[in-house]
């Protein structure tokens, strides 16, 4: 817990340990925590949107190129990677909704599974990534090697296909490292109805990784 | 509001909304194998989007949330929009002002492409795809 005293006020309210004195009340300070963190996913979704918007004319460019080049991808994994992201984002709000609701043991396994889901979702990606690298489908004409029948312009679909999804992963990995911060604040006793806003942040973020699959799933893997 | 509404336990929705999530997910994929020709992407953007928007209302709980919240979140969604428009706009029509200019990847590729075929007729199949200069 922080060292923020107790105060007592006129009217003898008692204020959470964990406001801040320029706050009038807990309830805004943890909205305008939520704003920030709503403000820094709208950077991520520029961060991203540079690369759908890229993808999306590169597309129009080299449609061929595109067609050929997903059959390489294993829409099943894909899928299975999918139905993971989902699950975990069903686990982390359940986990918001019992640090709400002064649940600690039901905070701390729905964030193991989270987290547990966040590394099978990794582990998927290594095995698609390092089938790709056998078959030499890299990013950028430098590194791809693939030697099969293809159409030209194929090595941009790699190119995009490799930024894109190792952009999402490098935020899955940040997701897992700020979780584990938050599963051992959980452990502290730190979250209780009063005060749950880190995780109600880290959720929001967990979600939006999950919804950047969303549109990454159908764009990569299911254009035909 | 939200300190009354939101205090109850939301299990049931949060688990119906993760079954239709995976329905809906089910549905894409089944799509895929569907040919509807130019639609397809259409119908997987459809489908992504209601997913999409599922995930933001209810389990990022914007349909709950003080809408300042859902503001700053479409407020980026409409510049995306904004971006891709023009970007599209520009790509559709530049052939058409500057000709032949900006498809000069398209064309260092089918030169390359040309160049392989002269050097080995009978390997168009089986080429090397490594890019020598």
Request: hydrophobic share 50%; glycine share 6%; proline share 3%.
């Amino acid at each position: 817990m922080s060292v923020v005293e107790t105060i007592q006020h006129d009217h003898a309210e008692v204020h959470d340990p964990h406001q801040q004195h320029h706050f009038a009340t807990a309830e805004q300070q943890q909205d305008a925590s939520k704003i920030g963190m709503w403000l820094f996913l709208v950077t991520e979704v520029l961060l991203f949107g540079g690369l759908f918007v890229g993808y999306i004319v590169m597309q129009g460019r080299f449609p061929e190129a595109w067609k050929s080049a997903h059959h390489h991808l294993q829409r099943e994994l894909g899928a299975l990677n999918t139905v993971v992201l989902l699950v975990s984002s069903f686990t982390m709000v359940m986990a918001v909704q019992a640090a709400k609701l002064n649940r600690r043991k039901q905070l701390i396994g729905n964030l193991w599974v989270t987290i547990i889901c966040a590394f099978i979702f990794l582990i998927v990606k290594y095995f698609e990534y390092s089938h790709k690298y056998h078959e030499g489908l890299l990013p950028f004409k430098a590194f791809y090697s693939y030697t099969g029948p293809q159409v030209p312009g194929e090595f941009h679909f790699f190119s995009f296909y490799f930024m894109m999804t190792g952009l999402h992963g490098f935020h899955i990995l940040g997701g897992i490292a700020v979780m584990l911060w938050i599963l051992k604040r959980a452990y502290a006793g730190e979250f209780t109805s009063q005060y749950y806003t880190p995780v109600d942040l880290i959720g929001l973020y967990w979600h939006l990784v999950d919804l950047i699959w969303i549109y990454l799933f159908p764009l990569l893997y299911l254009i035909s | 509001m939200s300190s009354h509404s939101s205090h109850h336990d939301h299990t049931k929705l949060y688990a119906t909304t993760l079954g239709g999530l995976l329905v809906l997910t089910a549905i894409t994929v089944a799509a895929s194998y569907v040919n509807f020709g130019s639609a397809n992407i259409v119908v997987a953007m459809f489908i992504a989007t209601i997913k999409a928007s599922l995930v933001a209302m209810i389990f990022m709980h914007l349909k709950d949330d003080k809408p300042v919240n859902a503001v700053i979140f479409t407020s980026s969604l409409i510049f995306l929009g904004i971006f891709l428009g023009f970007c599209l706009l520009d790509a559709d029509s530049r052939d058409k002002v500057v000709t032949g200019h900006l498809t000069w990847v398209e064309e260092q590729d089918r030169e390359e492409a040309k160049k392989k075929a002269k050097m080995s007729p009978a390997a168009d199949h089986h080429a090397p795809a490594a890019e020598h200069h």
